[in-house]
Protein backbone atom coordinates (compact mmCIF):
# COMPACT_ATOMS: atom_id res chain seq x y z
CA UNK A 1 0.00 0.00 0.00
CA UNK A 2 1.31 3.77 -0.86
CA UNK A 3 0.62 5.58 1.90
CA UNK A 4 1.29 9.48 3.06
CA UNK A 5 2.23 9.83 6.96
CA UNK A 6 2.27 13.46 7.47
CA UNK A 7 4.07 14.13 10.62
CA UNK A 8 6.50 11.30 10.70
CA UNK A 9 9.15 12.76 12.55
CA UNK A 10 6.89 13.53 16.10
CA UNK A 11 6.39 10.79 18.69
CA UNK A 12 3.45 8.97 17.40
CA UNK A 13 4.13 9.75 13.77
CA UNK A 14 7.68 7.55 14.31
CA UNK A 15 6.49 4.70 15.73
CA UNK A 16 3.63 4.67 12.84
CA UNK A 17 6.63 4.67 10.15
CA UNK A 18 8.48 2.21 11.95
CA UNK A 19 5.84 -0.45 12.05
CA UNK A 20 3.91 0.60 8.30
CA UNK A 21 7.24 1.09 6.22
CA UNK A 22 7.81 -2.75 7.42
CA UNK A 23 4.92 -3.46 4.85
CA UNK A 24 4.16 -0.92 2.91
CA UNK A 25 5.59 2.10 0.65
CA UNK A 26 5.42 5.47 3.47
CA UNK A 27 6.52 8.93 1.63
CA UNK A 28 6.95 10.69 4.95
CA UNK A 29 5.52 14.74 4.87
CA UNK A 30 6.67 17.55 6.91
CA UNK A 31 7.76 20.47 6.91
CA UNK A 32 11.50 19.72 6.86
CA UNK A 33 10.12 17.55 4.32
CA UNK A 34 12.30 13.98 4.77
CA UNK A 35 10.60 12.61 1.81
CA UNK A 36 8.07 15.56 0.66
CA UNK A 37 7.18 19.08 2.02
CA UNK A 38 4.25 19.51 3.32
CA UNK A 39 2.87 22.53 5.70
CA UNK A 40 -0.78 21.98 6.64
CA UNK A 41 -1.85 25.25 7.84
CA UNK A 42 -1.48 26.42 3.85
CA UNK A 43 -3.86 25.03 0.84
CA UNK A 44 -1.10 25.48 -1.60
CA UNK A 45 1.43 23.58 0.18
CA UNK A 46 -1.44 20.48 0.48
CA UNK A 47 -2.40 20.82 -3.13
CA UNK A 48 1.35 20.80 -4.08
CA UNK A 49 1.96 17.46 -1.60
CA UNK A 50 -0.61 15.84 -3.59
CA UNK A 51 0.24 16.91 -7.11
CA UNK A 52 4.39 15.23 -6.20
CA UNK A 53 2.64 12.05 -5.22
CA UNK A 54 1.02 9.62 -7.33
CA UNK A 55 -1.34 6.30 -6.49
CA UNK A 56 -1.78 7.36 -3.06
CA UNK A 57 -3.88 4.69 -1.07
CA UNK A 58 -3.87 5.83 2.38
CA UNK A 59 -3.47 9.20 4.23
CA UNK A 60 -2.03 9.62 7.51
CA UNK A 61 -2.30 12.78 9.31
CA UNK A 62 -0.48 12.23 12.82
CA UNK A 63 0.76 16.25 12.90
CA UNK A 64 -1.33 19.37 13.82
CA UNK A 65 -0.61 22.22 16.65
CA UNK A 66 -3.05 23.86 19.05
CA UNK A 67 -2.27 26.59 21.79
CA UNK A 68 -2.25 25.20 25.54
CA UNK A 69 -3.02 27.69 28.29
CA UNK A 70 -5.67 29.07 30.59
CA UNK A 71 -9.04 30.12 28.84
CA UNK A 72 -8.97 33.61 30.49
CA UNK A 73 -5.56 34.03 28.72
CA UNK A 74 -6.24 32.79 25.46
CA UNK A 75 -6.63 35.23 22.74
CA UNK A 76 -8.47 34.79 19.35
CA UNK A 77 -5.29 34.54 17.53
CA UNK A 78 -4.04 31.82 20.56
CA UNK A 79 -7.28 30.02 19.08
CA UNK A 80 -6.57 30.45 15.80
CA UNK A 81 -2.82 28.87 15.82
CA UNK A 82 -5.38 24.88 16.43
CA UNK A 83 -8.08 26.09 13.97
CA UNK A 84 -5.19 27.01 11.14
CA UNK A 85 -3.04 23.93 12.01
CA UNK A 86 -5.20 20.21 13.39
CA UNK A 87 -8.33 21.65 12.79
CA UNK A 88 -8.32 23.08 9.04
CA UNK A 89 -5.29 21.57 8.24
CA UNK A 90 -6.31 18.04 8.69
CA UNK A 91 -10.07 19.08 7.16
CA UNK A 92 -7.81 20.59 4.35
CA UNK A 93 -5.81 17.10 3.60
CA UNK A 94 -9.19 15.65 3.32
CA UNK A 95 -11.26 18.44 1.13
CA UNK A 96 -8.11 18.59 -1.09
CA UNK A 97 -6.89 14.77 -0.66
CA UNK A 98 -10.51 13.61 -2.52
CA UNK A 99 -9.65 14.89 -5.47
CA UNK A 100 -6.03 13.41 -6.06
CA UNK A 101 -5.97 9.88 -4.46
CA UNK A 102 -6.82 6.62 -5.88
CA UNK A 103 -10.23 4.96 -5.51
CA UNK A 104 -11.31 3.90 -1.96
CA UNK A 105 -8.21 5.66 -0.64
CA UNK A 106 -8.54 6.30 3.41
CA UNK A 107 -7.89 9.09 5.56
CA UNK A 108 -6.93 8.95 9.28
CA UNK A 109 -6.54 12.03 11.13
CA UNK A 110 -5.24 12.36 14.53
CA UNK A 111 -7.05 13.99 17.73
CA UNK A 112 -6.73 13.31 21.55
CA UNK A 113 -8.38 12.52 24.94
CA UNK A 114 -8.88 16.03 25.24
CA UNK A 115 -12.11 16.39 23.05
CA UNK A 116 -14.09 14.03 25.76
CA UNK A 117 -11.77 14.44 28.82
CA UNK A 118 -10.37 17.91 29.03
CA UNK A 119 -7.98 19.13 31.77
CA UNK A 120 -7.08 22.89 32.41
CA UNK A 121 -5.45 24.51 30.26
CA UNK A 122 -6.52 22.56 26.95
CA UNK A 123 -9.71 24.86 26.03
CA UNK A 124 -7.76 25.55 22.67
CA UNK A 125 -6.83 21.49 21.76
CA UNK A 126 -10.58 20.38 23.12
CA UNK A 127 -12.09 23.02 20.98
CA UNK A 128 -9.92 21.27 17.71
CA UNK A 129 -10.29 17.47 18.54
CA UNK A 130 -14.10 17.77 18.69
CA UNK A 131 -14.58 19.62 15.75
CA UNK A 132 -11.98 17.10 13.48
CA UNK A 133 -14.00 14.01 15.46
CA UNK A 134 -17.07 15.68 14.21
CA UNK A 135 -15.95 16.38 10.83
CA UNK A 136 -14.90 12.68 10.11
CA UNK A 137 -18.11 11.72 11.05
CA UNK A 138 -19.79 13.93 9.00
CA UNK A 139 -17.49 13.72 5.90
CA UNK A 140 -17.50 9.78 5.80
CA UNK A 141 -20.93 10.12 4.22
CA UNK A 142 -20.06 11.98 1.40
CA UNK A 143 -16.99 11.13 0.56
CA UNK A 144 -16.60 9.78 -3.09
CA UNK A 145 -15.17 6.35 -4.89
CA UNK A 146 -15.62 4.66 -2.16
CA UNK A 147 -12.66 6.49 -0.03
CA UNK A 148 -12.72 6.14 4.04
CA UNK A 149 -12.06 8.87 6.94
CA UNK A 150 -11.69 7.75 10.80
CA UNK A 151 -9.91 9.28 13.65
CA UNK A 152 -7.36 7.76 15.90
CA UNK A 153 -8.16 9.34 19.48
CA UNK A 154 -5.57 8.35 21.93
CA UNK A 155 -5.29 9.61 25.32
CA UNK A 156 -1.43 10.77 26.48
CA UNK A 157 0.92 8.17 25.08
CA UNK A 158 3.52 6.11 26.97
CA UNK A 159 6.39 7.87 25.18
CA UNK A 160 5.14 11.72 26.26
CA UNK A 161 3.60 10.71 29.50
CA UNK A 162 6.98 11.70 31.36
CA UNK A 163 6.61 15.17 29.59
CA UNK A 164 3.16 15.78 29.83
CA UNK A 165 2.77 13.73 32.90
CA UNK A 166 1.73 16.85 35.26
CA UNK A 167 -0.94 18.05 32.45
CA UNK A 168 -2.20 14.46 32.44
CA UNK A 169 -2.08 13.37 36.48
CA UNK A 170 -4.29 10.71 36.72
CA UNK A 171 -4.82 9.50 33.09
CA UNK A 172 -3.17 5.79 32.24
CA UNK A 173 -0.97 6.19 29.44
CA UNK A 174 -1.65 4.39 26.22
CA UNK A 175 0.54 2.17 24.90
CA UNK A 176 2.74 2.72 21.97
CA UNK A 177 1.74 -0.45 20.06
CA UNK A 178 -2.12 0.34 21.13
CA UNK A 179 -1.98 3.34 19.19
CA UNK A 180 -0.06 2.29 16.33
CA UNK A 181 -2.25 -0.97 16.30
CA UNK A 182 -5.62 1.85 16.01
CA UNK A 183 -3.64 3.53 12.55
CA UNK A 184 -3.03 0.04 11.37
CA UNK A 185 -6.77 -0.82 11.80
CA UNK A 186 -7.85 2.08 10.07
CA UNK A 187 -5.91 1.78 7.05
CA UNK A 188 -6.65 -1.97 6.59
CA UNK A 189 -10.04 -2.12 7.44
CA UNK A 190 -13.53 -1.17 5.54
CA UNK A 191 -14.97 0.83 8.34
CA UNK A 192 -15.62 4.73 7.67
CA UNK A 193 -17.13 7.55 10.03
CA UNK A 194 -15.36 6.15 13.21
CA UNK A 195 -13.50 7.77 16.05
CA UNK A 196 -11.09 5.16 17.40
CA UNK A 197 -10.36 6.11 20.88
CA UNK A 198 -7.16 4.48 22.98
CA UNK A 199 -8.00 5.42 26.56
Not at 44 to 64: F, H, K, L, N
Not at 117 to 129: I, M, R, Y
Request: proline share 3%.
Amino acid sequence: MKIVLIGASGTIGGRIYETLSKKHEVIRASRKGEDVEVDITSTDSIEQMYRSVAGIEAVICAAGGAKFGPFNDLSEEDLYIGIRSKMMGQVNLVRIGQNYVNDGASFTLTTGILAEEPVVGSVGLALVNGAVNSFAIAAALELPRGMRVNVVCPTVVEDSAETYGDIFAGFDPAPMGRVVNAYVRSITGRFTGRVICVY
